[in-house]
């Protein structure tokens, strides 16, 4: 909501990527001091929620004259660091405009820590993710006027678990199933398609977790492994996976071909043989020139209409639906009415029927009009002449020809003939064993109608063929930016798509071993049954239905693999991993992808040369099962490591399972063909050393980095000095705690609060400073040390000590401060107790010790945690039953405050707390739109926890504040201006007392400035018209107090009484800490302020962010 009169806001934008928008701004308490990027943040009254926040976010805002243009300001990846999405941006407020009462106590700081209905506002309009599989669409009318763009409104099952089917489903179902299950039997060939679709689904579990931990711009596998275990592994396994999907096309052409050629068009073929012998050779020429041409028709198709790919989509996926239904119908059918399909047998071989009539299927033909024996077609075949007393084939004279049912159906019990294998060599014939047979010798030539085995099978061929049939399961997440709720959908969509796949393959291998003779199914090409289709005469009412539905459901296919592998090339292009891909990132003016469509069509190729449909299949399977593989490591990598980061929506997985699907891949890749696993993993260990040496330096937050922030020495050398990304952000505490005279800690709660902090997984330096000179001093600080390292190893804190000696306590702090840590591994985070009792301290160098403190960390760009009344937290034996964990989210100073209360809650002490997250609303803030933003922000965050917006009214300021304020002022005046001895200041400090009793007895009676200024002159005058006090005292007593001071001070109570109110019973209240006047002068005042703001409170934990934000939606 905005005030009237609100100039609006100019940005400087510079475009930048998607994937960089996870990684907030390096932004700084401190913006004067800063040397890099600047980035100054408004106040609420320049937020508009009209604005969207795509129009800010990616790129680094200037606003107003003062600010320096560091838009293009190299960061470690090359790429500009970019503002916070979170934050708004404006400068030079005036002072009026900061006046805001209820929130005065953190108006100095508004231009760094905004108000958190400023960050929500601007996060419930945010949609800057990458575009989804549609983007071309709406850029493709280059002279059309711009469509305003919609936000992503696909469901599960138009987004997901459709387009998983289109995917899953494909040419081998139609094309070789029959043949895996006649060769392997069908116990065998329930076992492949078991291992197959295990492997998917433990890998679709992966991926699930890996998809909801955070907003997954579309790019599917690649953007998830990439992101997850770094540039390298991204870049390997994404080539890979490009090169898979590139020789899918290759296959699904492959196999649109040999339909087009063997059973709609077998006329159409250009090379003809003239001897058996060379069939093979000449329809595998066909297939590359006809696979050429297809491609090259394809390739035009998605270079200049690719929206039409798009829309035909639905009718492909209905062909493939159609299809499969007909199956079902047609195995049915078959239990009673079983079509007509006879096979010719000779002995027990399977004839060829391609030249075969119904009443050809023997060795003469007896003509009784008149009586006439004449030979038939086979015995032209089998006999060097057609006259009855020519030399015939042993084979063939010594056994009779009969004809099978090739289709006897469901009812059959042809079921218990097929359940065992029958692997065969290349030139065998395809016999049925069940049939007797009088002469077993080798045929002598393949010139006899025999139906022959082309290939040499085995368990392992056949894993190797089959495995492309189950891959496509990337189809959802790579739609992640087209769907209304992907960390939904996905999971759902995905896994469900792969069990109804599965039980399709499943009960299609136990029907076609129930419903079709075991030679025909072992018969490849449907040379026994004329030629059919063999899936296609088990089909219900006619075999075309899956003749022509598998032809468009494989061009179909073939077009979204040339579609999509394009895209995964420019995707890998674009972030510049591999330099000599960059050409390829490049496209036509709508963004697509030219370059890479051509390099697509070029690799397309080499596989349309290969010809082969089972020599293509097992390079596609080496290639998505390395994909696969990696997708099961990056989750099992990134659950052993437990970062903070790591949240999936998602539960159902296990470190175990990722690790069982690793293997299953693994297991894989060598059982279908151990020297293309080998060839693979070379192809993708050269490109990880490639891009290693030669790639461009990338910070993702990948698991890899997050592994090394453990590692010894080379780990640390690999860690670059400076902030780390947002998702590797951990507390790495600097503990300071203070020692008595006997060198006993003070307060070691302290250190049992860090301990339960563990869960972040970081570094934890414990430090103290002696007072004194270091060459006598040394001693004494080795002695500390032992102190500090035994108090650790009781708490059990994995960590460091750090002793320094310092003349005064405040600079051997500073000190430390500078000087802690190691490369990367530098504390980000200061944890220090509340001076106790600082009122009546003697000595007021402890509470000022802590205000240089605060001042020391804030500087440094440093977090602070502030635990009040330590001595109350539970110890690491007292765990809390039950309770909240409320925060109080005032000001956003980098998220400190919802990280904060997750890690704690993953210790035992803490885990039965429920989260309670209350934030504050102006007047002029929609209570009720801030809360529905908020529930969003803390879903995407992936943290639970209640919600409550707590609306303050603007009031007047009342009579107990005015009361507070005066105590306090007056109090810090008298002490600065007398420094009294002990026993002076104890009279002075009676004196204030006694004024105050007095005016609790008197009202301020009016809330008007002018009267309540006469009202105090007049009532100080009176009161100490008597007193016998020096004039500077009469005279400071009867002062008006500052106005800012008021304000503050109205601030504190306010919040103070709200915070009562709703957590009086909480078991720990986390709350924004101000921070310290820019003026020394107010230090006391400062002191005063957070005591009011506490009061009341049992354990307070008071958080300062370090400028720099440390939690992400993002994964």
Same mark, same amino acid.
């Given at each position: 909501?905005?005030?009237?009169?609100?100039?609006?806001?100019?940005?400087?934008?510079?475009?930048?990527?998607?994937?960089?928008?996870?990684?907030?701004?390096?932004?700084?308490?401190?913006?004067?001091?800063?040397?890099?990027?600047?980035?100054?943040?408004?106040?609420?009254?320049?937020?508009?929620?009209?604005?969207?926040?795509?129009?800010?976010?990616?790129?680094?805002?200037?606003?107003?004259?003062?600010?320096?243009?560091?838009?293009?300001?190299?960061?470690?990846?090359?790429?500009?660091?970019?503002?916070?999405?979170?934050?708004?941006?404006?400068?030079?407020?005036?002072?009026?405009?900061?006046?805001?009462?209820?929130?005065?106590?953190?108006?100095?700081?508004?231009?760094?820590?905004?108000?958190?209905?400023?960050?929500?506002?601007?996060?419930?309009?945010?949609?800057?993710?990458?575009?989804?599989?549609?983007?071309?669409?709406?850029?493709?009318?280059?002279?059309?006027?711009?469509?305003?763009?919609?936000?992503?409104?696909?469901?599960?099952?138009?987004?997901?678990?459709?387009?998983?089917?289109?995917?899953?489903?494909?040419?081998?179902?139609?094309?070789?199933?029959?043949?895996?299950?006649?060769?392997?039997?069908?116990?065998?060939?329930?076992?492949?398609?078991?291992?197959?679709?295990?492997?998917?689904?433990?890998?679709?579990?992966?991926?699930?977790?890996?998809?909801?931990?955070?907003?997954?711009?579309?790019?599917?596998?690649?953007?998830?492994?990439?992101?997850?275990?770094?540039?390298?592994?991204?870049?390997?396994?994404?080539?890979?996976?490009?090169?898979?999907?590139?020789?899918?096309?290759?296959?699904?052409?492959?196999?649109?071909?040999?339909?087009?050629?063997?059973?709609?068009?077998?006329?159409?073929?250009?090379?003809?043989?003239?001897?058996?012998?060379?069939?093979?050779?000449?329809?595998?020429?066909?297939?590359?020139?006809?696979?050429?041409?297809?491609? @090259?028709?394809? *390739?035009? !198709?998605?270079?200049?209409? %690719?929206?039409?790919?798009?829309? =035909?989509? $639905?009718?492909?996926? &209905?062909?493939?639906?159609?299809?499969?239904?007909?199956?079902?119908?047609?195995?049915?059918?078959?239990?009673?009415?079983?079509?007509?399909?006879?096979?010719?047998?000779?002995?027990?071989?399977?004839?060829?029927?391609?030249?075969?009539?119904?009443?050809?299927?023997?060795?003469?033909?007896?003509?009784?009009?008149?009586?006439?024996?004449?030979?038939?077609?086979?015995?032209?075949?089998?006999?060097?002449?057609?006259?009855?007393?020519?030399?015939?084939?042993?084979?063939?004279?010594?056994?009779?020809?009969?004809?099978?049912?090739?289709?006897?159906?469901?009812?059959?019990?042809?079921?218990?003939?097929? @359940?065992?294998? *029958?692997? !065969?060599?290349?030139?065998? %014939?395809?016999?049925?064993?069940? =049939?007797? $047979?009088?002469?077993? &010798?080798?045929?002598?030539?393949?010139?006899?109608?025999?139906?022959?085995?082309?290939?040499?099978?085995?368990?392992?061929?056949?894993?190797?063929?089959?495995?492309?049939?189950?891959?496509?399961?990337?189809?959802?997440?790579?739609?992640?930016?087209?769907?209304?709720?992907?960390?939904?959908?996905?999971?759902?969509?995905?896994?469900?798509?792969?069990?109804?796949?599965?039980?399709?393959?499943?009960?299609?291998?136990?029907?076609?071993?129930?419903?079709?003779?075991?030679?025909?199914?072992?018969?490849?090409?449907?040379?026994?049954?004329?030629?059919?289709?063999?899936?296609?005469?088990?089909?219900?009412?006619?075999?075309?239905?899956?003749?022509?539905?598998?032809?468009?459901?494989?061009?179909?296919?073939?077009?979204?693999?040339?579609?999509?592998?394009?895209?995964?090339?420019?995707?890998?292009?674009?972030?510049?991993?591999?330099?000599?891909?960059?050409?390829?990132?490049?496209?036509?003016?709508?963004?697509?992808?030219?370059?890479?469509?051509?390099?697509?069509?070029?690799?397309?190729?080499?596989?349309?040369?290969?010809?082969?449909?089972?020599?293509?299949?097992?390079?596609?399977?080496?290639?998505?099962?390395?994909?696969?593989?990696?997708?099961?490591?990056?989750?099992?990598?990134?659950?052993?490591?437990?970062?903070?980061?790591?949240?999936?929506?998602?539960?159902?997985?296990?470190?175990?399972?990722?690790?069982?699907?690793?293997?299953?891949?693994?297991?894989?890749?060598?059982?279908?063909?151990?020297?293309?696993?080998?060839?693979?993993?070379?192809?993708?260990?050269?490109?990880?050393?490639?891009?290693?040496?030669?790639?461009?330096?990338?910070?993702?937050?990948?698991?890899?980095?997050?592994?090394?922030?453990?590692?010894?020495?080379?780990?640390?050398?690999?860690?670059?000095?400076?902030?780390?990304?947002?998702?590797?952000?951990?507390?790495?505490?600097?503990?300071?705690?203070?020692?008595?005279?006997?060198?006993?800690?003070?307060?070691?709660?302290?250190?049992?609060?860090?301990?339960?902090?563990?869960?972040?997984?970081?570094?934890?330096?414990?430090?103290?400073?002696?007072?004194?000179?270091?060459?006598?001093?040394?001693?004494?600080?080795?002695?500390?040390?032992?102190?500090?390292?035994?108090?650790?190893?009781?708490?059990?804190?994995?960590?460091?000590?750090?002793?320094?000696?310092?003349?005064?306590?405040?600079?051997?702090?500073?000190?430390?401060?500078?000087?802690?840590?190691?490369?990367?591994?530098?504390?980000?985070?200061?944890?220090?107790?509340?001076?106790?009792?600082?009122?009546?301290?003697?000595?007021?160098?402890?509470?000022?010790?802590?205000?240089?403190?605060?001042?020391?960390?804030?500087?440094?760009?440093?977090?602070?945690?502030?635990?009040?009344?330590?001595?109350?937290?539970?110890?690491?034996?007292?765990?809390?039953?039950?309770?909240?964990?409320?925060?109080?989210?005032?000001?956003?100073?980098?998220?400190?405050?919802?990280?904060?209360?997750?890690?704690?809650?993953?210790?035992?002490?803490?885990?039965?707390?429920?989260?309670?997250?209350?934030?504050?609303?102006?007047?002029?803030?929609?209570?009720?739109?801030?809360?529905?933003?908020?529930?969003?922000?803390?879903?995407?965050?992936?943290?639970?926890?209640?919600?409550?917006?707590?609306?303050?009214?603007?009031?007047?300021?009342?009579?107990?504040?005015?009361?507070?304020?005066?105590?306090?002022?007056?109090?810090?005046?008298?002490?600065?201006?007398?420094?009294?001895?002990?026993?002076?200041?104890?009279?002075?400090?009676?004196?204030?007392?006694?004024?105050?009793?007095?005016?609790?007895?008197?009202?301020?009676?009016?809330?008007?400035?002018?009267?309540?200024?006469?009202?105090?002159?007049?009532?100080?005058?009176?009161?100490?018209?008597?007193?016998?006090?020096?004039?500077?005292?009469?005279?400071?007593?009867?002062?008006?107090?500052?106005?800012?001071?008021?304000?503050?001070?109205?601030?504190?109570?306010?919040?103070?009484?709200?915070?009562?109110?709703?957590?009086?019973?909480?078991?720990?209240?986390?709350?924004?800490?101000?921070?310290?006047?820019?003026?020394?002068?107010?230090?006391?005042?400062?002191?005063?302020?957070?005591?009011?703001?506490?009061?009341?409170?049992?354990?307070?934990?008071?958080?300062?962010?370090?400028?720099?934000?440390?939690?992400?939606?993002?994964?």
């Amino acid at each position: 909501a905005n005030p009237p009169n609100t100039t609006p806001l100019r940005f400087t934008v510079t475009p930048t990527k998607a994937e960089d928008l996870p990684g907030l701004s390096d932004t700084s308490p401190d913006i004067s001091s800063r040397s890099g990027p600047r980035v100054c943040f408004g106040s609420r009254e320049s937020v508009n929620r009209s604005d969207p926040l795509s129009e800010v976010s990616g790129a680094v805002t200037t606003t107003g004259g003062d600010t320096p243009d560091h838009s293009h300001v190299e960061q470690g990846d090359g790429n500009s660091k970019i503002s916070s999405v979170y934050i708004n941006n404006t400068h030079g407020v005036d002072d009026d405009d900061f006046y805001d009462r209820n929130l005065a106590l953190f108006e100095e700081e508004m231009d760094t820590r905004p108000k958190v209905s400023s960050l929500l506002n601007r996060l419930a309009n945010y949609t800057n993710l990458t575009q989804g599989a549609k983007e071309h669409e709406e850029a493709e009318g280059i002279g059309e006027k711009k469509k305003p763009s919609k936000s992503p409104h696909m469901g599960t099952f138009m987004g997901v678990y459709l387009p998983c089917l289109q995917n899953i489903f494909g040419v081998i179902l139609f094309l070789r199933l029959t043949w895996v299950v006649g060769t392997a039997g069908v116990l065998q060939a329930l076992c492949i398609v078991f291992i197959c679709c295990c492997c998917t689904l433990l890998t679709a579990i992966s991926m699930s977790a890996i998809a909801t931990n955070g907003v997954v711009p579309a790019g599917g596998s690649y953007f998830m492994i990439s992101r997850s275990l770094g540039p390298e592994f991204g870049g390997a396994v994404g080539l890979c996976f490009y090169l898979g999907t590139t020789f899918a096309g290759a296959m699904y052409i492959l196999g649109a071909i040999e339909i087009l050629l063997m059973y709609i068009a077998p006329k159409a073929a250009i090379f003809e043989a003239k001897y058996p012998e060379g069939e093979g050779a000449a329809m595998l020429n066909n297939m590359r020139v006809y696979g050429s041409i297809c491609l @090259l028709l394809m *390739s035009l !198709l998605v270079f200049f209409g %690719v929206k039409y790919v798009n829309k =035909l989509a $639905s009718i492909f996926l &209905a062909c493939v639906i159609v299809s499969i239904i007909s199956i079902y119908v047609g195995a049915l059918v078959s239990a009673f009415n079983p079509p007509h399909f006879p096979v010719c047998m000779l002995g027990n071989r399977t004839i060829n029927g391609h030249e075969l009539d119904d009443n050809q299927c023997a060795k003469t033909i007896i003509h009784h009009v008149p009586t006439l024996v004449m030979t038939t077609y086979l015995w032209k075949h089998f006999c060097q002449g057609p006259e009855l007393n020519a030399s015939c084939d042993e084979y063939f004279m010594s056994n009779n020809f009969s004809n099978i049912e090739g289709i006897p159906g469901l009812a059959s019990g042809i079921i218990s003939e097929n @359940l065992w294998s *029958s692997y !065969l060599s290349k030139g065998d %014939v395809v016999e049925k064993g069940s =049939l007797s $047979s009088s002469h077993v &010798a080798h045929p002598s030539s393949t010139h006899q109608p025999y139906v022959f085995a082309d290939i040499t099978t085995s368990f392992t061929l056949l894993v190797g063929i089959f495995f492309p049939s189950v891959t496509g399961i990337m189809a959802g997440s790579n739609r992640s930016g087209d769907l209304k709720d992907a960390q939904r959908s996905i999971p759902i969509g995905t896994i469900l798509a792969i069990l109804t796949t599965s039980i399709v393959y499943l009960s299609s291998v136990v029907l076609f071993g129930a419903c079709i003779d075991g030679v025909v199914l072992r018969d490849k090409f449907g040379d026994s049954v004329k030629g059919n289709l063999v899936v296609g005469t088990l089909a219900w009412p006619t075999p075309w239905v899956i003749v022509i539905g598998s032809f468009f459901s494989t061009c179909g296919a073939g077009l979204q693999s040339l579609t999509g592998a394009p895209r995964l090339l420019q995707a890998i292009a674009k972030d510049n991993i591999v330099p000599f891909l960059r050409v390829f990132g490049h496209g036509k003016a709508n963004g697509e992808p030219t370059w890479a469509l051509l390099l697509t069509g070029l690799i397309a190729e080499l596989g349309i040369l290969i010809a082969s449909l089972d020599m293509v299949a097992p390079i596609l399977t080496m290639f998505f099962l390395m994909c696969y593989l990696f997708v099961n490591l990056a989750c099992a990598l990134q659950t052993l490591l437990r970062t903070p980061n790591w949240r999936p929506r998602f539960s159902y997985y296990h470190w175990s399972l990722s690790f069982l699907g690793m293997t299953f891949c693994l297991a894989l890749m060598f059982i279908s063909s151990w020297y293309y696993a080998i060839v693979a993993m070379v192809i993708a260990s050269m490109i990880y050393k490639y891009i290693e040496y030669h790639g461009a330096e990338k910070e993702w937050g990948d698991g890899i980095r997050g592994l090394s922030l453990s590692a010894a020495r080379y780990a640390l050398l690999r860690l670059e000095e400076g902030p780390p990304h947002t998702k590797n952000w951990r507390p790495q505490l600097l503990v300071l705690l203070k020692l008595d005279e006997d060198a006993h800690v003070k307060s070691p709660r302290l250190l049992t609060f860090a301990s339960q902090l563990k869960a972040g997984k970081g570094l934890t330096i414990v430090g103290t400073v002696v007072s004194g000179n270091f060459l006598q001093s040394y001693g004494e600080a080795l002695a500390a040390e032992q102190t500090l390292k035994h108090l650790m190893d009781k708490e059990r804190v994995k960590g460091f000590c750090q002793c320094i000696v310092a003349q005064k306590p405040r600079e051997g702090i500073s000190h430390m401060i500078q000087s802690s840590g190691l490369g990367g591994m530098r504390p980000n985070t200061v944890v220090m107790g509340w001076p106790h009792a600082w009122r009546q301290s003697e000595d007021p160098h402890s509470w000022k010790t802590f205000i240089n403190t605060v001042r020391v960390t804030t500087a440094a760009h440093l977090a602070l945690l502030v635990p009040k009344n330590i001595s109350l937290f539970p110890t690491n034996s007292e765990p809390c039953t039950e309770g909240y964990i409320d925060i109080w989210w005032i000001v956003h100073d980098g998220g400190m405050l919802m990280l904060l209360p997750f890690l704690l809650r993953q210790h035992k002490v803490w885990r039965k707390c429920g989260m309670r997250i209350f934030t504050v609303a102006q007047m002029e803030d929609n209570s009720i739109q801030m809360k529905k933003d908020l529930a969003t922000f803390l879903y995407h965050l992936r943290i639970e926890a209640e919600v409550e917006v707590v609306e303050m009214h603007d009031s007047d300021i009342s009579a107990y504040t005015y009361e507070r304020t005066l105590m306090m002022e007056q109090r810090s005046q008298m002490l600065r201006q007398m420094r009294l001895s002990k026993s002076d200041r104890e009279k002075e400090a009676q004196l204030v007392k006694d004024r105050n009793s007095m005016l609790r007895l008197t009202s301020i009676g009016s809330d008007d400035d002018d009267d309540t200024d006469g009202g105090e002159r007049d009532r100080m005058g009176i009161t100490h018209s008597g007193c016998s006090t020096p004039e500077g005292f009469r005279d400071m007593l009867s002062i008006r107090p500052d106005h800012s001071n008021v304000r503050r001070m109205h601030t504190a109570v306010k919040l103070n009484e709200v915070i009562v109110n709703k957590s009086h019973d909480a078991r720990l209240v986390l709350l924004n800490m101000p921070g310290p006047p820019r003026n020394p002068d107010g230090d006391e005042n400062y002191m005063e302020f957070l005591e009011v703001l506490t009061e009341g409170l049992e354990r307070v934990l008071l958080v300062r962010g370090g400028g720099s934000e440390v939690i992400t939606i993002y994964s």
